[in-house]
């Protein structure tokens, strides 16, 4: 924790106090080994139900995907799941992906329409299948096929917001421009040598239909490796799927650099290497099996929140940004 605690500062909100208070203390006693480590604000409550799930005897896999349902079943979080902001022709297209880092298993889903829990799509795409990522129709299909129920995942909300963005005669598209997007990235230990990792998002909003960045992508989005660690990323995924930044982070935690340090380096290298770097956002968290953590941010305009539960207590932090 030391560079981490250098580097990052604990956001005093009533929001963290009350997340952090409202943590059943029975959790508290009975998973002090379990870390989890979220990317963004509805972190706070993936690590609480993830910590809850260790708690009633689940497996590690168990409590990512539970996590990172929260957030998928959210319709205030318009950038994963159930709200999530439609591509360009007003579809809800979701992508997800988990990886076993004690198997080096990986299922994902891509581009996966009208199912509001990707995850665990793709957990099962890991788990009963050979193959790794199921797409498209096909997707939706093997959905179907496990027992998934077809719904409608645009709610008023985000219905409303497409609209707008439809109507607006000087509208951005994928073509020329972005729009903010964020992802719930989710990392986690159980102090018993498991390591997972998972990712879900429904992308950047009004974005061209197909399209696939790195969220469901295994070494992109997300990647673990019980020997090693286990990393997620959040940010304009279109550049970091380049970078294959989860694998890279993984594999220097492998060759012995503390997960902060894996974190900083990836960013440097984007930072000398990508274009337009500093106008957008790119963030990547990571963890090692012994619940070390690191999380980082490429600049000061677009900070990662991240939260953290560690010791039976979860808060939400800010990492500092690599380029001030
Ligand atoms: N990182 C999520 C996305 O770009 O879709």
């Given at each position: ?104 298993r990986a299922g994902s ?16 795409v890991m788990?009963?299948t050979?193959h790794t990522t ?84 295994v ?106």
């Amino acid at each position: 924790m030391e560079a981490l605690d250098r580097r990052s500062f604990l956001i005093t909100t009533g929001a963290v106090a009350a997340a952090a208070a409202s943590a059943p203390s029975s959790v508290a006693a009975q998973a002090p080994a379990a870390v989890f480590l979220s990317t963004w604000e509805w972190g706070v409550a993936a690590n609480r139900r993830a910590a809850e799930v260790v708690a009633g005897g689940g497996s590690l896999l168990d409590a990512i995907e539970k996590g990172i349902n929260v957030v998928e079943d959210d319709p205030n979080v318009t950038s994963v799941g159930y709200g999530g902001l439609p591509n360009a022709q007003g579809e809800v297209e979701l992508d997800a992906g988990i990886m076993d880092g004690a198997t080096h298993r990986a299922g994902s889903v891509c581009n996966l329409h009208k199912i509001k829990n990707p995850i665990s799509v793709a957990r099962l795409v890991m788990e009963k299948t050979r193959h790794t990522t199921l797409a498209g129709d096909g997707a939706l299909q093997f959905a179907i096929a496990m027992g998934f129920t077809p719904m409608q995942l645009l709610t008023p909300k985000s219905l409303e917001a497409w609209l707008k963005w439809r109507s607006s005669p000087n509208r951005e598209s994928f073509w020329i421009d972005r729009e903010h997007h964020d992802t719930i990235g989710m990392v986690g230990v159980d102090g018993r040598g498991q390591v997972v990792a998972g990712c879900s998002t429904s992308g950047l909003a009004w974005k061209i239909p197909g399209r696939v960045a790195d969220s469901p992508l295994v070494g992109c989005g997300y990647y673990a490796d019980a020997a090693a660690g286990a990393a997620s990323a959040t940010g304009n995924g279109d550049v970091m799927s380049n970078y294959c930044t989860s694998m890279r982070i993984v594999t220097r935690m492998g060759q012995g650099l503390h997960p902060q340090e894996a974190c900083d380096e990836v960013m440097g290298v984007m930072a000398k290497t990508a274009p337009n770097v500093r106008s957008d956002m790119y963030c990547v968290i990571a963890i090692d099996p012994r619940g070390e953590i690191g999380a980082a941010s490429m600049n000061v305009a677009q900070p990662l929140q991240y939260a953290l539960w560690k010791n039976g207590q979860g808060a939400l932090h800010t990492a500092a940004p690599f380029l001030h």
